[in-house]
């Protein structure tokens, strides 16, 4: 099975114009997260809409196509880029382009998810580590079936732990923290990006219930390991100094 990656990174950003070319450690964001990826996934290509991001990437030896600036998502980035070089990948991986810590483990774990012929769709999740993170709105939830098939992915709690103290929650159910590395089947791609936006996908604000609201399977794999995202100034701060942690550790 032959797998691909696809970075969508665009330039404006209401939180952070510029992003992908902010220098994290004498390095472009988008440079340290292609790094990452290509050590997994060897054939890597940046969807940006702008023609700086495109330079950027091609002066440190990578690959981009350009596309569209009017997507809504950056899924429908992915299928533009995809379409326009031709792929014969069996899976597209898709990674943030503010994710430069995202580890090969992460790819690897969703990778293996299409091991099951079934899947259709793949993400991770992880474990949460305290009450007060299950809380924060901005960090969506996932629910299983026993085979490791999402249910849900909601902005709420979920499940609800009935009699008990919302404090000890944790220690009852293993609450599952989705974070957003999604990988596609390419005849899938093509179908989902054809999909009009759901109800669900309106209440929440999460593109992936519009998948499951019109019967796609996505299937989550479990990993240990935190990443740190850049959605601000603030969030690149705190990255220059997990680099930092990283480098005196290693």
Partial sequence: MKFIAIIPARYASTRFPGKPLALLGGKPVIQRVYEQVTREIPEAWVA?????????????????IMTSPNHKSGTDRIEEAAEKI???????????????????????????????????????????????????????????????????????????????????????????????????????????????QSSLEKAESLEQLRWLQNGYRIRVGVTHVETVGIDTPADL??????????NQNS
């Fill in 48 to 64: 940006t809409d702008d023609e700086r991001i495109k330079e950027a990437v091609e002066s440190f030896g990578g690959k981009a």
């Fill in 86 to 196: 031709s792929t014969d990948a069996d899976v597209i991986v898709n990674i943030q382009g503010d994710e430069p810590f995202i580890q090969a483990s992460q790819i690897k774990t969703v990778c293996q998810q299409f091991d099951d012929a079934s899947t259709q769709i793949a993400t991770i999740g992880k474990p949460f580590a305290d009450m007060e993170s299950v809380d924060n709105p901005n960090s969506p939830k996932i629910v299983t079936d026993v085979n490791g098939f999402a249910l849900y992915f909601s902005r709420s709690v979920i499940p609800f732990v009935r009699g008990k103290e919302h404090e000890t929650w944790l220690s009852e159910f293993p609450f599952l923290k989705h974070l957003g590395i999604y990988a596609y089947r390419r005849e899938v791609l093509r179908q989902i990006t054809q999909l009009p």
């Fill in 237 to 246: 701060k705190r990255a220059e100094l997990f680099l930092k942690e990283i």
